[in-house]
């Protein structure tokens, strides 16, 4: 048979094969922050993206593309947040919305989700919980604590009320990786740091505890091993018993010597730990004890995160290769592992009770048994009740305790057994009815209820019957909970709760017999029948059938019930009810007519027969639902005509549900019956549904009755809204069939949509006696001219004034056109254009007179309007052009009018008279039109003129464009004529402007000289000169100097400067020297032009200090650093002292740097002049003005100075400026350099700094001096930051006894500390190991145990190794090292004092090994020791492989009394080997706890017969009977298989026994096995037997007794006979009551109720003495 496993290990998916990449696959680039959802970040080419796959689709994974450094998934819900740099944000994947952000100060080294609503971050610094609830911002919770400095962050837990945080973290350290935690309580608001590698939280009810405890469980592999901790934090709740510590070894095979925990959750439901480590190794672990349950490989890959999987109540994660695994509780066989693999029964009875598993049945079972037969039925029934799975909770178990009797003065085990059962819960079936019973019985019904309201009985029918003989309402209510459908309804129906019956009926899904029940309420109350049947109609699907419903109503003729019914039943209006609301209709048609109207007025029902409803209406006089419900075209006309009983604006709506064809012979079917009553209606419907019937069909309908009135009226009430021409058009013709002139009038001066020539044509063949619709027609669309032919041709020449004068007076152009067209007279048109008072346009008349070439008509009109004072531009142009053409002193006119427009006019005289066109253009400023005009006609005369006085820019620009072919002539005139006629500056100024912005210099340069230097009114203009230069600079640089000499008023210093721009150096400096700004012309001189030697000069000649300065400045930049202080000192200059000093310094130029700073010391009091000079007497070594310098007052640096002494060797310097500060620090360090060690120290001990007296101790160590070095280093030991470092200067060095010598010299110092004493352990462990011992016992408790601890171990002092793990309580190691290394380390009663103290209990069993190897003789004694501790199954299954169990036979004596199997089947064997029948027979019966059958028949066949027959005797204890028997018949152990036949209380095994007797003519045995198995063997056999073998002496003295048995039995019968009947009597004349005397309810009277406890009959006889005539001792005959 397979083994069976106590976990369960399941491989979910692989995720390369959902595209992952395996490189993706990492703790920093995969989280899964629950068993939901995996979330990896990938990169695919350039593009980043975030790969989410969720557990319950896995084949689906969904993709993003988003750049993040972090993302992880809520653990419940589609919301991711991601990390990029301190940016944090938080999305919904499924809103695809935004929910929070936030920028954090710090980097985020670790985040994760502690529960749905909370994100917990861990920065370098600290620890916050960022809430999802509203706006809230990241709440720091604690710092980190500085054990997690430098350290990776792999986890983050917290307790269920997040009372206590726990931040985990791992680093590399001396080549393995250590874990380091921190533990922090938020209500104390301390940490607690430990060394740990993986941890979880946990909530445990401990037995016996009201409250649950709260455990904080971690695991650590530290340099010496692997502990699992579980301890309770925080103080235990009120009431609780405390949860004791527990810390246990975990084991790491041997090939996983760099393996340690990374993952643990704990199964809430289990109370187990799985614990996960780097290697694949799964642990799993008892929350409770601690103990090892299992231990295996699950993956070969590391699996680097996990999460708790809900399903199964395990733990899941992900391991490098992208398997997604899972492991968990196999609860069928976890059990069963414990009780046979790891043979732990206590650890497998508690795991059952605590988690209801099976696999414990048997122990349970025995338990039971046990206790039950020791008469221990109080605990008996714990046990039964605590049973997993109820095993024990059977009629079985219930009828064992009925049937002991109870005590006198106690309570009955039955009553203990059932409070008991009530204390822990719920009772069974089987124990509810035999509990509520005699509670009946009693009438104490008020006990049942009690026990209902706690939940405590279940439930059952038969419970329910048991009740309902005493209560019918408790007995529902049993029923309810028992969930008996029948019962309760039947229940209900008989209270009359018939609302309830429906609503139970749905819940539990069962279906009575609605009908019948309903038939039998309507028999009762019909309107308790209405609800009832209205509830069975409530839902979608009905009940029971409606039609037999209906058919229960109209049974009873209750119409009016019906209705109401059928309305609720059939408001769902569903295409199967269309017979039901046919007979709903049809019933309230022949007896409620307005019932019917009513419903069918709501609309409710679609599926009824329609045909025969609407004959039923029609009948009814309901014509308005017939004409809804017909279909048919004849009976619609039939009853459609009758509109004066129909509603019009129903049947107006109702047109709108007619095909189109129908609705058109509807109507023509209402005109025809009756034009006049129907006609209105008949508009009605044409104007609301003539977008479908069409508007032609409807114009046609009325035309064809020739109803123009209908026609006017349907089209009048749509043709606002319409665009067809066609309607407009019908409109017009029917308005004026009608009389409807003003209707006419408007529609044409409204409308667009006519057809304007049509509707002109149809208004002139009308012959209205109005022309005004015709005149608003011609008006609107342009037919003015054909307007005016009809009217005049028409002779309705009034009508003409009329439209000019009221209607549009801004058509007298077209019409004034129109009339000279006719040859109308110029006196009726004259009078016409004066009669008009109205605007219109004077340039339309103007352009008609003209193109007829009648312009003089309007001549006196004109004048006329100019001299009322008109001034409109269109009369004043009229006015000009009839003047030019009449040459008129036009001139005259164009340069005094001021109201024409130049452009018009000028246009119109361009090709009359050029001339005048330039005067009407430059009147108006038409530029662009007078320079066309002057360059076709060669005016530049009058061009430049213009263009100097209109003083534009962009005119200017155009003009002087390079592309104009009239530049030159327009130039020449400007020069020649326009600027000598000038006197404005202004015109100057603007027109060289001009010329400038032209980029035309020789030009401009002509124009200048001509203006500058010919002696004009602006000579002297300042600016025309400067802008001559400049123009010159630019164009022309060869009359620059020309320039500068002939003129003297311009702008010197910016004319130089824009020379020196255009390198034009020479020319700058002439200005310079002109103008005598000596300055610039030197600074010309030295920058641009670059000579010193004339420089130089010019400032010998200047002797100005502004030029030395400038000289010195650019000497000093050419690195002339004498001629620059010498010209420095000239000008009395300091300013540029940073200057002087750096080149100086670069230079070394000391001497002259010396020169400059004494003159710049009188001048300036700058402390950086002073130091610098301090530190040019230094560097020129000057110490005797150095020391005078500084003695007296200065603002010299001198510690600076120092400090630049120091560093460039110059020590006395330093010396003198460090002593002159007090600085003995420096100065002590500076006569180090001087080998001056004795004022060193001196200065040192003044200075007092730690770093003083390093450096001397160094410089004293380096140079021998080492009485000095001692000195100081008294001074630096007693700072344990500064003695690693002291102690490293040493030893690099080789001085190892001077080093000893110092620390022995400061452990006496007051400030003596660990460091000290850990260094000279260290030291006398390498170099004086025979000092260490000594010192360790004196100082051990001063010392840093590890670190010394790490130094004995490198030095091989194996001894002093074991003093120093037992003082650090490491008690594990210092066995291992005694046992690594017993010729140095192991003592006797040390090892046995220590082992004792162990944490891992595998060290017993390598003690043990080390015991047999190297001291077996004190084997036993310290098994001795160890036995409370030891797994003596494992102990003794050591030594058998090792085959020395005999050497460790007193332990196993002393352990005997455990009565531990493996201990006993040890013993056994030993003994049988020893041939010591008797301590083997006396070993069996003391301890039963070994394999009975298995020893039985190794014995079987064993050579003496004692050993056979203990083989016999276990047969025996095992109830296998029969081989017992045998082997006793094998070997003739007569006594033995009598004993064992009569035990057996089988009476084939005893009849079989008697035959073989016979066969053997055993007689004598035969009689003696008739008294021994007396009360087995049938007298009828044995007699027959006995005849049969003529033995009937052998068995007459078994009949006799016999005989006698069966007098007596007939005897007591009846007595026993005579006391019932006596009894009987007695209870006729008086009844007993049914409760005791006692307050206590007795639930059980034992055997039977209310009887004695004692049996009727007595137990079977058997006779005391075997036959007086046999012996029966002796094994045999």
């Known amino acids: 048979m397979a083994q069976q496993f106590p976990i369960r290990f399941q491989e979910h998916i692989q995720l390369t094969s959902l595209g992952i990449q395996e490189a993706n696959i990492g703790f920093s680039t995969l989280t899964m922050e629950s068993d939901k959802y995996i979330c990896i970040r990938e990169k695919v080419g350039d593009q980043a993206q975030v790969v989410i796959i969720d557990m319950s689709d896995p084949n689906n994974p969904i993709r993003r593309p988003i750049t993040a450094d972090s993302a992880i998934m809520n653990p419940a819900s589609k919301v991711i947040a991601l990390k990029a740099g301190k940016t944090l944000q938080i999305f919904n994947i499924e809103m695809k919305s935004k929910m929070k952000a936030h920028t954090m100060v710090d980097e985020v080294q670790f985040w994760k989700w502690i529960n749905l609503n909370t994100v917990a971050m861990a920065t370098d610094n600290s620890v916050y919980h960022w809430p999802m609830e509203g706006d809230s911002q990241p709440i720091k919770m604690f710092d980190r604590h500085s054990s997690l400095q430098g350290c990776q962050i792999i986890n983050y837990r917290t307790d269920a009320p997040q009372k206590w945080l726990l931040l985990v973290g791992i680093s590399a350290q001396q080549n393995r990786v250590v874990g380091a935690m921190q533990l922090y309580s938020v209500e104390r608001k301390v940490s607690q740091p430990i060394e740990g590698h993986t941890a979880a939280f946990a909530q445990f009810k401990m037995e016996g505890n009201a409250q649950e405890s709260t455990l904080f469980c971690f695991a650590v592999r530290s340099a010496t091993g692997g502990k699992l901790h579980i301890i309770e934090v925080g103080s235990p709740p009120t009431g609780n018993t405390p949860f004791t510590k527990k810390a246990v070894d975990v084991f790491f095979p041997p090939e996983a010597q760099n393996d340690f925990p990374v993952a643990m959750q704990v199964s ?605 531009v269109p009369t004043h142009n009229a006015l000009a052009k009839i003047y030019i053409d009449m040459n008129n002193n036009p001139e005259r006119f164009l340069r005094e009018n001021a109201f024409y427009d130049s452009a018009t006019v000028g246009k119109y005289c361009e090709k009359r008279d050029p001339h005048l066109a330039c005067v009407a253009y430059e009147r108006g400023h038409c530029d662009l039109e007078l320079i066309k005009v002057c360059n076709e006609n060669s005016l530049f005369k009058s061009e430049a003129r213009y263009l100097v006085k209109r003083r534009d820019p962009e005119l200017w620009a155009s003009v002087l464009m390079e592309d104009n072919p009239y530049r030159r002539q327009l130039i020449d005139q400007v020069v020649q004529t326009a600027l000598s006629e000038t006197q404005d500056p202004e015109d100057i100024s603007i027109t060289v402007k001009a010329f400038m912005t032209a980029d035309l210099p020789n030009e401009l340069i002509e124009l200048l000289e001509k203006i500058v230097l010919d002696n004009s009114a602006f000579s002297e203009h300042r600016n025309l000169q400067n802008l001559l230069i400049l123009t010159a600079i630019k164009a022309d640089r060869s009359r620059v100097m020309e320039y500068i000499n002939r003129l003297d008023n311009y702008d010197a210093p910016d004319i130089a400067n824009i020379a020196i721009s255009s390198e034009l150096y020479e020319e700058a400096f002439a200005i310079y020297r002109k103008f005598d700004v000596n300055a610039s012309a030197c600074q010309v001189l030295i920058e641009h032009i670059g000579n010193l030697d004339r420089a130089y000069e010019f400032a010998e000649r200047c002797n100005e200090p502004a030029v030395w300065s400038q000289l010195a400045g650019a000497q000093l930049q050419n690195d002339l650093v004498k001629e620059a202080v010498d010209a420095y000192i000239k000008a009395d200059d300091p300013s540029a002292f940073l200057e002087v000093v750096s080149v100086a310094k670069k230079h070394d130029n000391w001497e002259d740097l010396v020169r400059y700073l004494q003159m710049a010391r009188k001048k300036a009091r700058e402390s950086f002049i002073e130091t610098e000079l301090v530190y040019a007497y230094a560097k020129t070594n000057r110490l005797a003005d150095l020391e005078e310098f500084i003695s007296g007052p200065n603002h010299a640096q001198i510690q600076q100075v120092g400090d630049r002494c120091y560093d460039d060797k110059m020590y006395d310097a330093a010396k003198l400026l460090y002593n002159n500060v007090s600085n003995f620090a420096r100065l002590a360090i500076t006569l180090v350099q001087l080998g001056q060690y004795q004022g060193a120290v001196d200065s040192a001990r003044k200075a007092n700094s730690t770093r003083t007296w390093k450096e001397v101790c160094f410089a004293c160590v380096g140079h021998a001096e080492f009485r000095l070095a001692q000195m100081c280093g008294l001074h630096i030991v007693v700072h344990a930051d500064e003695l690693e470092e002291l102690d490293d200067f040493y030893q690099e060095r080789g001085y190892f006894e001077e080093l000893i010598q110092l620390l022995e010299a400061a452990l006496g110092l007051e400030r003596a500390h660990m460091g000290m004493f850990t260094e000279l352990s260290i030291l006398y462990s390498k170099y004086k190991p025979q000092k260490m011992k000594e010192h360790l016992e004196l100082f051990w408790s001063r010392v840093n145990i590890p670190k010394v601890l790490r130094a004995a171990e490198q030095a091989h002092l194996w001894a002093e190794l074991v003093f120093l793990y037992d003082k650090y309580e490491e008690f594990d190691n210092a066995c291992l090292t005694m046992m690594a290394h017993p010729t140095d380390a192991w003592r006797e009663s040390h090892f046995k004092d220590i082992i004792t103290k162990v944490a891992n209990i595998e060290l017993y069993y390598k003690a043990l090994s080390f015991y047999a190897d190297y001291k077996p003789m004190l084997l036993n004694d310290l098994l001795l020791s160890l036995t409370p501790r030891l797994d003596h199954t494992r102990t003794v299954a050591y030594f058998k492989k090792m085959n020395h169990l005999p050497v460790v036979k007193p332990y196993l004596r002393s352990v005997q009394s455990l009565n531990n199997k493996s201990i006993n089947e040890a013993l056994n064997g030993m003994l049988i080997q020893e041939e010591d029948y008797n301590g083997l027979r006396t070993s069996i019966n003391a301890f039963d706890n070994f394999d009975n059958i298995a020893l039985a028949q190794s014995l079987e066949k064993h050579e003496l017969i004692e050993f056979r027959r203990i083989s016999a005797y276990l047969y025996k204890g095992n109830n296998r009977w029969k081989l017992a028997v045998e082997l006793c018949k094998k070997d003739r152990l007569f006594k033995d298989a009598m004993e064992y036949a009569a035990e057996s209380r089988d009476v084939d095994i005893a009849e079989a026994l008697i035959a073989w007797f016979l066969e053997e003519r055993n007689y004598e045995c035969f009689a003696a096995c008739l008294f021994q198995c007396y009360d087995l063997l049938r007298p009828d056999i044995i007699l027959e037997l006995a005849w049969k073998n003529k033995i009937m002496d052998f068995a007459m003295p078994y009949m006799i007794q016999v005989m006698r048995e069966y007098i007596s039995k007939v005897d007591k019968l009846q007595e026993a006979e005579a006391v019932r009947s006596h009894e009987e009597t007695t209870s006729q004349e008086q009844a007993q009551p049914l409760v005791l005397d006692q307050g206590v309810l007795m639930l059980t009277a034992g055997p039977a109720m209310g009887m004695p406890a004692s049996s009727t009959y007595s137990a079977p006889y058997a006779p005391q003495a075997p036959y007086s005539g046999y012996n029966a001792g002796g094994y045999g005959m």
């Not at 529902?476 to 709760?497: D, H, M």
């Not at 009762?524 to 699907?541: K, S």
């Not at 409710?604 to 009814?620: G, N, P, S």
């Open 268 to 872: 809430s439901k289990h109370d187990v730990i799985f614990l996960i480590t780097k290697y694949g190794y799964i642990h799993l672990y008892d929350l409770e004890t601690a103990t090892c349950i299992y231990m295996n490989r699950i993956s070969g890959d590391t699996i680097f995160v996990t999460a708790p999987h809900e399903a199964s109540n395990g733990i899941i994660g992900v391991n490098r290769k992208g398997q997604v695994l899972s492991v968990s509780v196999e609860e069928n066989n976890i059990v069963p592992y414990i009780t046979n693999v790891l043979q732990n029964p206590d650890l497998a009875l508690r795991i059952a009770v605590r988690n209801n598993l099976a696999g414990a049945e048997e122990l349970f079972v025995r338990k039971f048994n046990t206790l039950f037969g020791q008469g221990s039925y109080a605990e008996a029934a714990k046990v039964a009740a605590s049973a997993p799975k109820g095993i024990l909770r059977t009629p079985q178990t219930i009828q064992k305790f009925q049937q002991v009797a109870t005590q006198p003065g106690q309570t009955s085990p039955q009553l203990q057994y059932f409070g008991i059962l009530l204390d822990q819960g719920q009772l069974n079936k089987y124990e509810s009815l035999e509990l509520c019973r005699p509670v009946l019985v009693q009438g104490r019904k008020q006990l049942i209820e009690k026990w209902l309201k706690e939940d405590k009985l279940e439930c059952s029918e038969e419970l329910g019957d048991l009740v309902k003989r005493a209560d019918p309402t408790l007995a529902l209510s049993v029923y309810l909970r028992a969930n008996v459908p029948n019962k309760v309804i039947q229940c209900f129906a008989e209270t009359g709760q018939f609302n309830k019956i429906i609503l139970y009926a749905k819940k539990v899904g069962f279906t009575p017999d609605y009908v019948f029940l309903l038939r039998s309420v309507m028999r009762t109350n019909p309107d308790t029948g209405l609800q009832f049947a209205q509830m069975l109609v409530a839902d979608e699907e009905p009940l029971a059938d409606i039609n037999q419903i209906v058919d229960v109503f109209m049974e009873s003729n209750l119409i009016q019930q019906c209705t109401s019914f059928l309305l609720d039943a059939l408001k769902n209006n569903r295409p199967s009810e269309a017979g039901l609301q046919t007979r709903l209709l049809e019933m309230n048609l022949m007896s409620a007519p307005q019932v019917a109207d009513a419903i069918l007025g709501n609309q409710m029902f679609t599926h009824y027969d329609r045909a025969h409803v609407a004959q039923l209406c029609e009948k009814a006089g309901l014509l308005q639902r017939a004409l809804e419900h017909y279909t048919d075209l004849y009976d619609i006309k039939r009853a459609v005509v009758h509109t004066h009983l129909l509603n019009p604006e129903w049947l107006v709506n109702y047109f709108g549900s007619l095909s189109v064809e129908d609705s058109l012979e509807c109507l023509k079917a209402m005109l025809t019956a009756n034009i006049r009553q129907n006609l209105q209606v008949c508009v009605q419907i044409a104007t609301k549904y003539h977008e479908q019937l069409t508007m032609q069909s409807l114009i046609d309908l009325f035309e064809c009755f020739k109803s123009y009135e209908g026609l006017f009226y349907f089209l009048g009430s749509v043709v606002n809204f319409s665009q067809d021409a066609e309607v407009h058009f019908k409109y017009i013709q029917a308005a004026c069939k009608t009389g409807q002139i003003k209707e006419v009038e408007r529609i044409c001066r409204e409308s667009n949509c006519y057809d304007p020539e049509r509707v002109k044509n149809f208004l002139k063949e009308a012959k209205l006696t109005d022309q005004l619709p015709l005149i608003i027609v011609c008006d609107r669309f342009d037919f003015v001219h054909d307007l005016v032919l009809y009217l005049y041709r028409n002779n309705l020449q009034k009508y003409i004034e009329i439209y000019v004068q009221k209607v549009n007076p801004s058509r007298l152009p077209v019409v004034v056109g129109g009339l000279l067209d006719v040859d109308c007279s110029e006196d009726t048109i004259k009078q016409l254009i004066l009669a008009v008072k109205g605007q219109f346009s004077i340039d339309e008349l103007v352009e008609e007179v003209e193109k007829r070439n009648r312009m003089k008509l309007l001549l006196p009109w004109l004048e006329s309007k100019v001299h009322a004072g008109s001034t409109e």
